[in-house]
C-alpha cells in the first residue's frame, strides 16, 4: 500500500482536502512573500520545490532550456509572478522578459516567452499590460520565437483575451491558453480560431465555481477537453495540448492517427517542468513535436502549492525531496 493509499484509507478522503488546503496557500498573498524568505522554512521548502523549478535566475533556466533542447523537446519559459500591483515594479519585471527573450535568441535556444499578462499590470490597468505586453511582442518577435499569454482566473479571462486580441491586431506570432474548464471556452474558442498565435490547450488550475467550470476529474471536464482539442484540429490553427493526464494523451494521439508528422506540424504536446519528462519522451519517440514548460524566479512559492493541489501525492515527494531523500 502507498503512503497517498493508506492516507485515503486512514483518514477517508484525505487528499482531496490536502488538495483544497494547498489551493488556498497558493492564492495567500501573505505566506507567498513569507515563506521563501524564511530563514528555516524557505531553504527547506525550497529543496521540494526544485522538482518543479529550474531557478531563481534566468541564468539557471538558461541551462535547463540548453538540457531539454538537447533531448529533442522544444521549451517555453516562464519567469514566475502574478498580480503584480505596483506599476512600477510590472515595469521593471516586463524589461525581465525583453531581456529573457534577448538572452535565450543570444544562446540559439529552440524556446518560446509565456506570461502572466497580471506579472506586467494586467491587475493594475489593462492598458498598462498591454503597452507592456507589445514591448515583449516586438523583442521576441524580432528574435524570432513564439510568445504565449497565460491563462488566469475566470475573473480575469475577459481581460486576458482583450489583451491577446490588441495584441493580434499587429503580430501574428502570439498565443494564448485556453481553459476546457470553463464552460465559456465553447464561446471563446472560435472567436479565438480567427486570431494568428497558438492556442494552448489546457484542463485549468484555478479554483472555479461548479456554475462555470466543471469538476476536476470530471467526465465533462474530458469530454471538454477532446472537444476543443478536435475544433483545433479540424481547423489546422497552432495549437499545444498541455497536459499530463496520460487518458487524455492517449486519446489525442489516436485523434492523430494518420495525420502527416514532417514539414509544419500545427500541434504539439506541451508538458510542465518535472511533471512529465516520461510523457514527453512516449511522445516524441511517437512523432509528434514536444515542449516543455520552464519556470524560474523567486516567485515560486504558489506555483508550486498549485502543483501540489493538483496532485496531493506530490506532497509525499516534496517532504522526501525537503529532507534530502
Ligand atoms: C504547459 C502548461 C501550461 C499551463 N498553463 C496554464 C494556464 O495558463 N492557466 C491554468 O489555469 N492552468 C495552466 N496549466 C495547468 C493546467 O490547467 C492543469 O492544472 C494541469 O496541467 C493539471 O492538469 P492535467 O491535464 O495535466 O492533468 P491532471 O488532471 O493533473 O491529471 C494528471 C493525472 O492525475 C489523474 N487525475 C485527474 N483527476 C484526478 C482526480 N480527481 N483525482 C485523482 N487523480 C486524478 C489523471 O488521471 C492523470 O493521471 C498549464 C499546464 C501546462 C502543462
Request: with cysteine; glycine share 8%.
Amino acid at each position: 500500500m502507498t503512503q497517498a493509499d493508506a492516507a485515503r484509507t486512514e483518514d477517508g478522503d484525505l487528499l482531496p482536502r490536502v488538495a483544497d488546503v494547498f489551493r488556498k496557500l497558493a492564492l495567500n498573498e501573505q505566506w507567498k512573500a513569507q515563506i521563501p524568505t524564511d530563514p528555516v522554512l524557505g531553504p527547506l521548502v525550497w529543496r521540494a520545490a526544485r522538482r518543479y523549478v529550474a531557478g531563481e535566475t534566468a541564468s539557471e533556466a538558461l541551462t535547463r532550456i540548453a538540457e531539454i533542447n538537447r533531448d529533442g523537446h522544444r521549451a517555453t519559459v516562464d519567469f514566475m509572478g502574478e498580480s503584480c500591483h505596483d506599476a512600477e515594479r510590472a515595469g521593471s519585471e516586463a524589461d525581465a522578459f525583453v531581456a529573457l527573450s534577448k538572452s535565450l535568441a543570444a544562446a540559439g535556444h529552440d524556446c518560446s516567452v509565456s506570461l502572466d499578462l497580471s506579472h506586467i499590470g494586467l491587475a493594475i490597468d489593462p492598458a498598462l499590460a498591454l503597452r507592456h505586453a507589445r514591448r515583449l511582442a516586438e523583442a521576441t518577435v524580432a528574435a524570432g520565437q513564439e510568445m504565449m499569454i497565460s491563462m488566469e482566473g475566470s475573473d480575469r479571462a475577459d481581460a486576458v483575451l482583450d489583451v491577446h486580441g490588441a495584441l493580434c491586431e499587429q503580430f501574428d506570432h502570439v498565443g494564448v491558453t485556453i481553459l476546457a474548464r470553463l464552460h465559456r471556452t465553447a464561446d471563446d474558442l472560435p472567436v479565438l480560431l480567427s486570431r494568428p498565435g497558438r492556442i494552448r490547450l489546457v484542463k485549468g488550475a484555478f479554483l472555479e465555481p461548479e456554475t462555470i467550470a466543471f469538476p476536476r476529474g470530471s467526465r465533462e471536464l474530458r469530454d471538454a477537453y477532446l472537444r476543443c482539442a478536435g475544433a483545433l484540429l479540424d481547423s489546422d490553427h497552432l495549437c499545444s495540448f498541455a497536459t499530463h493526464d496520460w487518458d487524455l494523451l492517449g486519446e489525442l494521439d489516436r485523434m492523430l492517427t494518420g495525420r502527416p508528422r514532417t514539414g509544419v506540424v500545427p500541434w504539439e504536446f506541451e508538458t510542465l517542468l518535472g511533471l512529465g519528462p516520461g510523457r514527453l519522451a512516449v511522445m516524441r519517440a511517437k512523432g509528434h513535436p514536444t515542449r516543455e514548460y520552464v519556470v524560474f524566479g523567486t516567485e515560486w512559492w504558489l506555483y508550486v502549492c498549485n502543483r501540489i493541489a493538483e496532485e496531493p501525492e506530490r506532497l509525499f515527494r516534496a517532504v522526501a525531496d525537503a529532507a534530502g531523500d
